[in-house]
């Protein structure tokens, strides 16, 4: 089963490529533009360390880190989980679902990599470029144990990335209308590109347990430093397989409410 549903994804990314190279232009402007967005997110962080050594106990490499992860994030967001989920909306407004649901697979994994974007490439290249700056700035090397920690988190971070977006799009289901909260969900992801220590009080407790941004690049950076105590770290991972448990029963509780164009 895992075999075909590989084969089913190395096919959906083989069309992307090829649909991406029919316009080269567009698809080494792109390209331009993920570096440019990249350069947009270290800036605030180098312009706020002009004027202190530490934020919230962090230096600026060991921010870096976090900016890495952030941008290897996004680049997964915007390249593969952002277009692919935001078509599902178009399926459920024009009823045309059915085409999908009646494909021998499930309904979920097709809609989830139907529509990816290979010039978002550049983002987790960029992002793995921040990274290995960052840790030759702090002059030393993770240990095995660390760097498999902190892909593992990353790992859980994605798949937490996506569950919260499927949460997103189900309301779609009932909802016509989602821009206004897919901009919101945007919004507030891009304050992952700050540590946690950032914030405060309510924010703190907001982007550790509700909106758990922690968990998408603050952890695995912490897992690098080799600060991330296994407590921590064990429960991160069970707070992503919360939500990817929440996502998949939402996802189904919401197709039982599809109207198809032929009902």
């Known amino acids: 089963m895992a075999r075909r549903y590989f084969r089913l994804l190395s096919a ?24 440019f967005w990249l350069a947009v997110n270290v800036a605030p962080l180098l312009v706020v360390y002009q004027r202190r050594p530490t934020l919230a106990h962090w230096t600026l490499p060991e921010a870096l880190l976090v900016i890495g992860w952030f941008t290897l994030l996004k680049g997964v967001l915007d ?13 459920i407004r024009k009823g045309t679902l059915d085409f999908v649901l009646l494909k021998p697979a499930d309904a979920q994994f097709l809609v989830s990599t139907a529509k990816i974007l290979p010039w978002r490439g550049v983002d987790v290249l960029g992002g793995g ?3 290995v700056f960052a840790l030759t ?21 994605v ?16 909802v016509v209308k989602l821009d206004n909260l897919a901009f919101l969900f945007s ?8 540590p946690i220590g950032v914030f405060r009080g309510l924010w703190r407790f907001l982007f550790t347990f509700v909106v758990p941004l922690a ?5 695995p950076a912490m897992a690098l430093l080799g600060t991330l105590t296994f407590r921590t770290g064990a429960w991160a991972l069970a ?5 990817a448990l929440l996502a998949r029963w939402v996802w189904t509780i919401a197709l039982l409410h599809y109207t198809s164009a032929s009902s």
Do not use: K
């Open 12 to 35: 959906q990314l083989r069309i992307a490529g090829l649909a991406s190279l029919q316009y080269r232009a567009d698809f080494y402007a792109d390209g331009a533009m993920s570096i």
């Open 129 to 131: 470029l921040v990274l």
């Open 79 to 91: 390249g593969a989980v952002n277009p692919c989920l935001t078509a599902i909306v178009e399926h």
């Open 239 to 243: 707070g992503a397989a919360f939500f």
């Open 159 to 174: 798949g937490l990335l996506y569950s919260l977006w499927i949460l997103a799009i189900s309301v779609a289901f009932w």
């Open 187 to 194: 919004s507030i992801f891009d304050a992952a590109r700050w």
């Open 215 to 219: 968990i998408l690049t603050t952890y």
């Open 137 to 157: 700035r702090l002059h030393r090397l993770p240990t095995p144990l660390q760097i498999g920690a902190s892909l593992l988190l990353f790992a859980a971070a």
